[in-house]
Nanobody, 123 residues
Framework: QVHLVESGGGSVQSGGSLRLSCVASGYTYCMAWFRQAPGKEREGVAVIDSDGRTSYADSVKGRFTISQDNAKKTLYLQMNSLKPEDTAMYYC????????????????????WGQGTQVTVSS
């Protein structure tokens, strides 16, 4: 497991932008952003592997961009055109393995999690 620390959450109005960051303490192969709204299950938002290949949930395609700086061991999530339904606690997750297919959207695929950062979007 690696230690993950997220930052960058906050409160914005609908249509605004935020950038989340997640710093890892060690090696990771596959990293992802998940989010969890009150009363809902944790859901995958975006995934990236060490080769830079990305995947997005349909609900955020075209608005969110996941990226990483391998030298800094930092994962980012640029969130644009935010909507009230994006309001949630956002979590960074990591795995030392290459996670393929639909399994990368499952929380059990990741063995390291950050503490979460709150994103609130008002209408």
């Amino acid at each position: 497991q690696v230690h993950l620390v997220e930052s960058g959450g906050g409160s914005v109005q609908s249509g605004g932008s935020l950038r989340l960051s997640c710093v890892a303490s060690g090696y990771t192969y596959c990293m992802a952003w998940f989010r969890q709204a009150p009363g809902k299950e944790r859901e995958g938002v975006a995934v990236i592997d060490s080769d830079g290949r990305t995947s997005y949930a349909d609900s955020v395609k075209g608005r969110f961009t996941i990226s990483q700086d391998n030298a800094k061991k930092t994962l980012y999530l640029q969130m644009n055109s935010l909507k009230p339904e994006d309001t949630a606690m956002y979590y960074c997750a990591a795995s030392p393995y290459n996670i393929g297919g639909l399994y990368r959207w499952r929380t059990v695929a990741y063995n390291s999690w950050g503490q979460g950062t709150q994103v609130t979007v008002s209408s």
